[in-house]
C-alpha cells in the first residue's frame, strides 16, 4: 500500500504569491492532518480534516490559510500571498479513525516551502 | 496555553551510552504518542500509551507514562548509530487537542 503521498516536495515561491500543497493521504484512512515544522523546532498542529469537513482548525492562522478535503481528490492546503515566515516544511499525516479514538498518525514526506 | 515541552532538547551520547528523553505536560493527556524523526525525514509512529503507570518494550526502546498522566519518557539502552534522530512525544489533552512536544534531538558518536 501506497503511503502517505504528499508533492510537491518542494516548492518555491516569491512574496505575494500563492502556495498549494497537496496531500493524498493513505489507502483507507479517511482522516488528514496537517503540521508545519520550521527548522529544528517541533511539529506545530495547523488542521484536522474529515472528507468534506473541518473537524479542527484551531492551529490554522485566522488569514491567509486554508485546507479542504474534498470528496474526491487530495487535501489542499493553501496559503495566499506567501511571505517569508511561512518558509517551513509541511507535513501531512492521516489516520483510518478519529483521531480522539486514539489511532496512529502516519506521516507523508512533506513539502519544502521556500519563499523568496 | 497547553505546552508539551520535551528534555533535553539536543544530547550527544557515545554509541553504546543509554539516552532518555522526558516529556511534559501542562495539563492531563488521555494519551500520549512517541514518534521518530530522521535528519531530513518524516516523523514516523513509534508506541501508544494510554493507561496511567504503563510501561512497554520495543527491544532496546523502554516507554513509560506517569501515573498522573502528564509526563512520559523515552529510554534507549546501547545506543546505536542508527537511533540518530529527534523523538517526538505528542498527546491528547481532556479537550481533545492534540499537541507535540518539542523534540530531543539525539547524535550517537561511533
Known amino acids: 500500500n501506497a503511503g502517505v503521498m504528499q508533492n510537491p516536495r518542494h516548492l518555491v515561491r516569491r512574496r505575494g504569491q500563492e502556495a498549494r500543497l497537496r496531500c493524498s493521504p493513505m489507502k483507507g484512512h479517511s482522516h488528514v492532518y496537517w503540521y508545519r515544522q520550521l527548522p529544528e523546532e517541533g511539529l506545530k498542529f495547523m488542521v484536522y480534516?474529515?472528507?468534506?469537513?473541518?473537524?479542527?482548525e484551531s492551529g490554522m492562522p485566522k488569514e491567509r490559510f486554508s485546507a479542504e478535503f474534498p470528496k474526491e481528490g487530495p487535501s489542499i492546503l493553501r496559503i495566499q500571498q506567501v511571505v517569508r515566515g511561512d518558509s517551513a516544511a509541511y507535513f501531512c499525516a492521516s489516520s483510518p479513525g478519529h483521531l480522539y479514538s486514539n489511532q496512529p498518525q502516519h506521516f507523508g514526506d512533506g513539502t519544502r516551502l521556500s519563499i523568496l | 496555553g497547553q505546552q508539551v515541552m520535551q528534555i533535553p532538547q539536543y544530547q550527544h551520547v557515545q554509541e553504546g551510552e543509554d539516552f532518555t528523553t522526558y516529556c511534559n505536560s501542562s495539563t492531563t493527556l488521555s494519551n500520549i504518542q512517541w514518534y521518530k524523526q530522521r535528519p531530513g525525514g518524516h516523523p514516523v509512529f513509534l508506541i501508544q500509551l494510554v493507561k496511567s503507570g504503563e510501561v512497554k518494550k520495543q527491544k532496546r526502546l523502554t516507554f513509560q507514562f506517569g501515573e498522573a498522566k502528564k509526563n512520559s519518557s523515552l529510554h534507549i539502552t546501547a545506543t546505536q548509530t542508527t537511533d540518530v534522530g529527534t523523538y517526538f512525544c505528542a498527546g491528547r489533552n481532556t479537550g481533545n487537542q492534540f499537541y507535540f512536544g518539542t523534540g530531543t534531538s539525539l547524535t550517537v558518536i561511533p
Open positions: 480534516l474529515q472528507k468534506e469537513n473541518i473537524i479542527d
